[in-house]
């Protein structure tokens, strides 16, 4: 079966770290590219991170310099290192293969003190 | 960074009815344009792909047209699970945006 489960989320000091994990099943996790959604309570979607197939990156730059997306080939694993989080990092994080042909569950950060 | 707009913010409408919904981009897309139909707590599902092109699964119900920097999501006839949040979302120029959502609710 071919899906994405986040795993990771959780309730974090302000200016903490917390890594995000998506696995992959159903086909391979360097087959196309992968990206970071996230969506705060209540609010619209924000396209956070891509990885490519080649491995190169883009970030918005509101996380530009704090996260750092990257992928596990040998677990088949999409990840998000989050450092220095902020209040308005609050949100559902979902990862999505390619264009968002496919999501997952999603997994709720919030950053409050 | 490339800005969508949505309109209306909310369509009332029936089911049976038709729904048409509109994205207008601040530049040029070309066809980079995608739509996504989003229910509460639930991730957003893929409609359209490339401004016309339905995703897999997706009832034929379903239609999106448009380039450049108009586009429009129509659904022919609005079936009771197709009230919901729509966004547009582009993939023209990074960052890759989406607009501020459509909620298409029960009149």
């Known amino acids: 079966e071919v899906q994405l489960v986040e795993t990771g989320g959780g309730l974090i000091q302000p200016g903490g770290s917390l890594r995000l994990s998506c696995a992959v099943s159903g086909f391979t996790v360097s087959s196309d590219y992968m990206s970071w959604v996230r969506q705060a309570p209540g609010k619209g979607l924000e396209w956070v991170s891509v990885?490519?197939?080649?491995?190169?990156?883009d970030y918005a730059d509101s996380v530009k310099g704090r996260f750092t997306i990257s992928r596990d080939n040998s677990k088949n694993t999409l990840y998000l290192q989050m450092n220095s989080l902020r209040a308005e990092d609050t949100a559902v994080y979902y990862c999505a293969k390619d264009s968002g042909s496919l999501w997952g569950q999603g997994t709720l950060v919030t950053v409050s003190s | 960074e490339l800005v969508l707009t949505q309109s209306p913010a909310t369509l009332s409408l029936s089911p049976g009815e038709r729904a048409t919904l509109s994205c207008r981009a601040s530049?040029?897309?070309?066809?980079?344009l995608a739509w996504y139909q989003q229910k509460p707590g639930q991730a957003p599902r893929l409609l359209i792909y490339d401004a016309s092109s339905r995703a897999t699964g997706i009832p034929a119900r379903f239609s999106g047209s448009g380039s450049g920097t108009d586009f429009t999501l129509t659904i022919s006839s609005l079936e009771p699970e197709d009230f919901a949040v729509y966004y547009c979302q582009q993939r023209s120029n990074w960052p890759w945006t989406f607009g501020p959502g459509t909620k298409v609710d029960i009149k």
């Open positions: 990885i490519y197939r080649g491995g190169s990156t």
């Open positions: 530049q040029s897309v070309s066809r980079y």
